[in-house]
């Protein structure tokens, strides 16, 4: 539904509507702290993920059309820089405020800054090609993401791989917490969030000056390997010092891997489809996170946590030599090229 609403309004439209609609969510809080209700807090809750479903692919499939072809590798990097810092950042002001703050003070101050974000999206340009223009009045399906998909093996290459990553990324507070608990040092997590977050933020940042114009699909696939290698330092549990370092090396490898395969998708995929699959991919994200999460639960009960990251670390590497040897047989390259234009 997301993906037809991208498709046929223009996207700061959808934005500004994300952005009210999120607006809602502290103001159904205030009635749930007024009545002590359930119910309402529960509603706040979906509305909150409503407009994340709709601004996030939004944001997503509008930087083509407001950064140069050159500059998207860049851009992707800010974009998760900024994803890290509020993550990061957002936690642990988030633990001070209701530790110091009220809840109805807490969600009075979360309104403000809603509403300051939907002023910002009044004053947004965000341009539309011809291509997308002249589409608007076609009949684009939803389902016809799919032939899309499979038509790109660079896109369907992308997917995959992150699927494989998703097992880690969706269970990474309940590793953190495990590792915690059996190093029986609390300030661990704060480590390891910490060297996480800072490698993210500092290699995300010299991404397209070591990237370049290389091919995003080899270089993306490579990245599972050394995703691999973090997952098996991490399977050294017991030792803090590996631990801590397999965090950091994870940083690094998801700082260029996340902004290049973003930019796969950008580049290949036509305008007008970039919601609808952005959408689609969202809205997979979410079902496989859940999936995941339990996933990850039950190997952590069953087998352990270092048994578990040995296990990601061969689903990691076994991805990664099966979609470099499709690559490679089938010449699959995109470059991003420094003066602007996009080679494919």
């Not at 495990?178 to 661990?188: I, K, R, T, Y």
């Not at 696939?221 to 370092?245: D, H, K, T, W």
Request: proline letters at 3%; charged letters at 15%; glycine letters at 6%.
């Amino acid at each position: 539904m997301w993906g037809y609403c991208f498709h046929l309004n223009n996207k700061r439209k959808v934005l500004f509507a994300a952005s009210l609609v999120r607006c809602l969510a502290p103001l159904v809080m205030f009635v749930a702290i007024r009545f002590d209700s359930v119910a309402c807090m529960l509603l706040a809750f979906v509305i909150m993920q409503i407009a994340a479903s709709v601004y996030r692919p939004a944001v997503q499939s509008s930087l083509p059309a407001v950064v140069k072809p050159a500059d998207l590798l860049k851009a992707n990097g800010i974009f998760l820089n900024v994803d890290t810092l509020q993550r990061i950042g957002g936690t642990a002001l988030g633990g001070i405020m209701v530790a110091t703050l009220d809840l109805f003070t807490l969600y009075a101050l979360s309104l403000v800054f809603y509403i300051l974000l939907v002023f910002c999206t009044v004053l947004m340009d965000i341009p539309e090609s011809e291509q997308s223009a002249t589409t608007k009045g076609g009949k684009l399906r939803f389902r016809e993401v799919f032939p899309l998909i499979r038509s790109e093996p660079s896109v369907l290459i992308a997917m995959v791989n992150t699927a494989v990553l998703l097992l880690f990324l969706t269970g990474f507070n309940l590793l953190i917490l495990n590792f915690s608990e059996l190093q029986q040092a609390p300030d661990l997590m704060g480590w390891l969030y910490a060297v996480e977050g800072l490698s993210i933020m500092f290699f995300a940042a010299i991404a397209k000056r070591w990237i370049g114009s290389k091919n995003l699909v080899t270089g993306s696939i490579l990245f599972m390997f050394l995703f691999a290698v973090s997952f098996v330092g991490m399977s050294f549990s017991e030792s803090r010092l590996l631990v801590i370092l397999s965090f950091g090396i994870f940083g690094c490898a998801f700082a260029f891997f996340f902004p290049m395969i973003t930019t796969i998708y950008q580049l290949k995929l036509p305008d007008e489809a970039r919601g609808r699959f952005f959408s689609f991919k969202s809205m997979m994200d979410r079902i496989m996170n859940h999936i995941a999460l339990l996933v990850t639960g039950a190997c952590l009960d069953w087998i352990g946590i270092s048994a578990y990251m040995i296990i990601l670390a061969v689903m990691a590497s076994l991805s990664g030599a099966i979609t470099f040897g499709i690559a490679k047989k089938k010449s699959i390259e995109v470059r991003q090229q420094l003066t602007g234009t996009v080679s494919v």
